[in-house]
């Protein structure tokens, strides 16, 4: 009989004022009785609207029904079929937006917890089971992979599975891309992401790290080298800025090198870990997506006594995961709304000692559909910060776009290609994630990672 409770089992988390000292995981998952009542709230519904709402299709009503028979490895290969990083997606995924949003049981009550269970059935697997992998037929052909985030780790593995000899050239010295360098420990542990390339390498997958395509190979080499075809999966690794006054002043970081010093170069541990990064006692982060979110909590770990969020537009139109929102105001993050910057204030040294800022008030819709902030005149006030950290965005790095003959782009950066394939311009040549759309999500870019490699290997059979 199914679990009828209109609330979600609720997820063990550290208490936010111990957690918000250390980049330990906040949520500490399911325990195994836990998952079972929260699987048993799945109705299994015939129409099954939450598989339509996973980028990569996880036959979700199957997975939770083995959960709730207790088979919880049934559960993770059933999660396997279809997507590649289950672990990882449990974590980050923004599920309220995706499957959760169309859960039957959503209609009446929270929706079925997808994303737990998920997290719940890869851990189990992690902690109790050893991949296996059976012999795989090769076709002997190679495919290059550019790029180790989530699009070019899910193209990768299925490319592997089909019998490709597949190999993934990433810039940094560790595999990962974004959920290396971008997402903080405290959600991510880069152990979990560390187990999941883990289990690609098992399948066959290589990786060459410290090699910047565009820099030391461009794609033609790549060719010249015998790869048939081509998937890049560069991600959006170039940090934007307000173009506002004193942004060069010292103090001011992209959210992109904060996190990566913190992250990927594990500066919260310096000086076991060489690099070090500077946290002031008053902190202000510009943006409001989660990005922001990450790097103000991490500001606050990192031993800021005050953190702002300063975003020009209300909670409401935030883009930010609800979850994220919830746990850094509980962490103590101060947000300042409807306020936007106009300058950033430094000393007679440099460094920064304040940031102006105006009031906003919302508009008509603009063509994002949100509210358009407008200024609201003589606001004009300074918050006294010693720290400023931008996190409005990030757009693609045009390195392989400006060494690759004909690969044709968008005047923001992104890479054009068709949608139905995902093939560029350049023959052979595919890419997907947020290297063609901007910065979205870990799950659309597995999405497109899977389309591509789908596409790549129709390509290839009909070469």
Not at 228 to 240: Q, S, Y
Not at 425 to 431: D, Q, T
Request: charged fraction near 25%; include cysteine; aromatic fraction near 6%.
């Amino acid at each position: 009989m199914a679990n009828m409770s209109l609330k979600k089992v609720q997820m063990p988390e550290q208490d936010p004022n111990v957690r918000n000292k250390n980049f330990k995981e906040v949520a500490l998952g399911y325990e195994e009785n836990m998952a079972v009542e929260e699987a048993e709230r799945c109705i299994q519904c015939k129409n099954q609207p939450c598989v339509s709402g996973c980028p990569v299709h996880v036959q979700i009503p199957d997975f939770i029904k083995q959960i709730a028979n207790r088979n919880f490895e049934g559960a993770y290969q059933k999660i396997k079929e279809t997507n590649n990083l289950p672990a990882i997606c449990g974590r980050v995924c923004p599920q309220e937006s995706q499957c959760e949003s169309v859960c039957t049981r959503g209609k009446k009550g929270e929706p079925v917890a997808i994303g737990r269970l998920e997290r719940f059935a890869a851990d189990w697997h992690m902690r109790n089971k050893e991949d296996k992998v059976e012999a795989l037929k090769k076709t002997g052909r190679k495919v290059a992979v550019i790029g180790s985030g989530p699009a070019g780790l899910s193209c990768a593995g299925d490319l592997a599975k089909m019998g490709y000899d597949t190999t993934i050239f990433e810039a940094f010295h560790t595999p990962g891309g974004v959920l290396m360098y971008g997402i903080p420990e405290f959600r991510l542990p880069k152990e979990i992401v560390q187990k999941e390339i883990d289990s690609l390498k098992k399948l066959g997958v290589k990786i060459e790290t410290n090699m910047v395509i565009g820099k030391i190979l461009t794609i033609d080499d790549l060719f010249d080298m015998g790869y048939e075809a081509v998937f890049i999966g560069t991600g959006a690794g170039l940090p934007k800025f307000m173009g506002i006054p004193g942004e060069n002043l010292n103090g001011v970081y992209s959210a992109n090198e904060f996190l990566t010093r913190i992250n990927l170069m594990k500066a919260y541990d310096f000086p076991n870990h060489p690099t070090p990064v500077k946290v002031g006692k008053k902190v202000a982060v510009v943006g409001g997506g989660n990005v922001a979110m990450d790097a103000a909590r991490s500001a606050k770990r990192m031993g800021a006594d005050e953190v702002y969020i300063v975003y020009r537009r209300s909670e409401e139109e935030m883009p930010a995961r609800l979850e994220e929102i919830h746990h850094a105001k509980e962490e103590g993050i101060i947000f300042k709304l409807l306020t936007n910057p106009v300058r950033v204030i430094g000393d007679e040294n440099g460094n920064v000692k304040g940031i102006e800022c105006v009031n906003m008030v919302l508009g008509e819709p603009d063509e994002s559909g949100r509210r358009r902030p407008v200024t609201e005149k003589g606001s004009e006030h300074v918050i006294d910060v010693d720290t400023v950290i931008i996190a409005i965005g990030q757009s693609p790095n045009p390195l392989i776009t400006s060494t690759t003959e004909g690969l044709n782009k968008q005047k923001w950066g992104g890479i054009i290609v068709n949608e139905d394939t995902l093939e560029t311009s350049r023959k052979g040549v595919f890419a997907g994630g947020d290297a063609v759309t901007g910065a979205a999500t870990v799950i659309l870019a597995m999405g497109a990672g899977k389309k591509a490699a789908a596409s790549i290997h129709k390509f290839l059979s009909e070469k």
